[in-house]
């Protein structure tokens, strides 16, 4: 039986690990290598890693360091960050990133998406889409350059965008929730993710185990927190953590 | 040496890695005075069959593996398009694969259950078919990485190593001689790909 993927995220910066809110205030959390060693002593399903920085970068993205990260990881791996042309996906493939990870580029150059699904498969494309709340109409919308500019369609308009070039997985951020331990938007899970007939991740809010498990019966695949795995509540200390092995049982039990 | 075959297809990085963890050195070679030489080898793969049944044939790397495989014997572990690529035919452009195994590669179907995604991704357990020494010291269960959309059929079920379930089993791994497939990363699978991968090379 398929287990349920539960996907720790790190976001990274200048080679740092830290953690946003709304992405926001990015605050510093220590070294992404010792990171990857403890999620790799916890065996955990997938690691995505985020460079918040590398969009806005001159360099853009810091190929020498992701294959150092690559080195250590002996689980699947998503890149996303600063991705403009095929040699920039061509070569994060070489270093050792199984999975791509595009937000911006879907509406900025999505025929690069659909040549990168041709060339390497659906499987290793994924859509990250940001949907977050209009400040004034509280309408959602999806978002794209690190969630601060609102684009000109609506969320189900921009998931079949995705789907007609082809994307393998679509990741959701909701960007209200994010690093703020609210628990995930299950009406988001129901309205726009349960009938997809792709894989599907559901990112932001996660702050407890059954909340978890809420996401996964309301139709959400696979998982993904960053705090949640990051940082200890409600002090918000530093600990690197994953489920316990009971937790993991418990929701992979869901599948039977 | 251990040489990984470069034919364009696929995360070679990955594969040295898991080898390099396991003790062992390798080479990424498409070269065949290199491949020639290997003691093992490994044949990756991640995209389309017929690109790299293509590839292979351009780098002419065919006769070379064959002599390799089938007369000097060399064990070879194909991973997932690497283990599909040893089947007779795949159903992905409809072309023939090496034939160093018996049998074919389709495309899973599920036009009555549509809630069943493919590709088949994440991690699920596998099911030995039979007591092999590349087994040696694994953990029960054991889970592997994966990630296709086509899978093996093998003609000789004595040729199946390991079975998963995906709503209905199928062939995960298969194992003639010194011919060894696994449609699952273990260059992705934790501890569990670490002890096949160093199995294969010390045992196998």
């Not at chain 1, 976001?11 to 403890?38: C, E, F």
């Not at chain 2, 195994?101 to 994440?122: A, C, D, L, Y």
Request: hydrophobic share 40%; glycine share 6%; proline share 3%.
């Amino acid at each position: 039986m398929l287990r349920t993927r539960v996907i720790p995220i790190l976001q990274i910066s200048s080679r740092a690990l830290v953690k946003t809110v709304k992405y926001k205030n990015p605050k510093y959390l220590g070294d992404p290598l010792n990171a990857i060693k403890i999620f790799n002593e916890k065996r955990v399903d997938e690691l995505l890693i985020i460079d918040i920085n590398a969009a806005k970068r001159k360099s853009k993205i810091d190929f020498a360091y992701i294959e150092e990260l690559c080195a250590e990881c002996f689980m699947p791996i998503g890149y996303g960050g600063g991705i403009e042309t095929m040699e920039d996906i061509k070569r994060l493939f070489t270093l050792g990133v199984e999975k791509i990870i595009v937000n911006s580029l879907i509406y900025t150059n999505p025929a690069l998406i659909e040549n990168a699904i041709k060339l390497y498969g659906a499987q290793s494309i994924v859509a990250s889409i940001d949907i977050n709340k209009h400040w004034l109409t509280k309408k959602i919308a999806p978002y794209i350059h690190s969630a601060t500019q609102r684009i000109n369609m609506e969320v189900d308009g921009y998931i079949k965008l995705c789907l007609e070039l082809g994307v393998g997985e679509i990741i959701f951020n909701d960007i209200e929730r994010e690093g703020a331990f609210k628990g995930y938007d299950l009406d988001l899970i129901n309205k726009y993710i349960q009938d997809l007939n792709i894989p599907t991740v559901i990112n932001g809010g996660a702050n407890n185990f059954r909340n978890l498990i809420a996401a996964k019966k309301a139709g959400a695949d696979a998982l993904a927190a960053g705090s949640f795995f990051s940082l200890q509540q409600p002090h918000l200390a530093v600990l690197i953590t994953y489920l316990s092995k009971e937790e993991i049982m418990e929701i992979n039990n869901l599948n039977k | 040496m251990i040489v990984i075959i470069d034919y364009g297809m696929g995360n070679l990085g990955s594969i040295k890695n898991i080898v390099k963890k396991a003790g062992h050195k390798s080479i990424i070679s498409k070269d065949s005075d290199v491949i020639s030489n290997a003691s093992k080898l490994i044949l990756p793969g991640v995209g389309n069959f017929k690109e790299a049944m293509n590839n292979l044939e351009h780098l002419n790397l065919i006769e070379i593996l064959n002599n390799k495989v089938l007369i000097e014997k060399t064990p070879i572990l194909g991973i997932c398009l690497g283990m599909q690529l040893m089947t007779s035919f795949s159903e992905e452009g409809n072309v023939r694969g090496l034939d160093w195994i018996k049998g074919k590669t389709t495309k899973f179907t599920f036009s009555n259950q549509p809630e069943i995604k493919i590709p088949h991704m994440g991690w699920n357990e596998i099911i030995p078919s039979k007591s092999h020494k590349i087994n040696t010291d694994f953990e029960i269960p054991s889970r592997f990485y994966f990630v296709h959309s086509y899978f093996v059929t093998c003609e000789d079920k004595k040729d199946i190593l390991y079975e998963t379930d995906y709503k209905g089993v199928f062939t995960s791994a298969f194992n003639k001689e010194n011919i060894y497939g696994v449609q699952f990363h273990p260059e992705k699978s934790h501890v569990f790909g670490l002890q096949l991968i160093k199995n294969f090379i010390e045992l196998c």
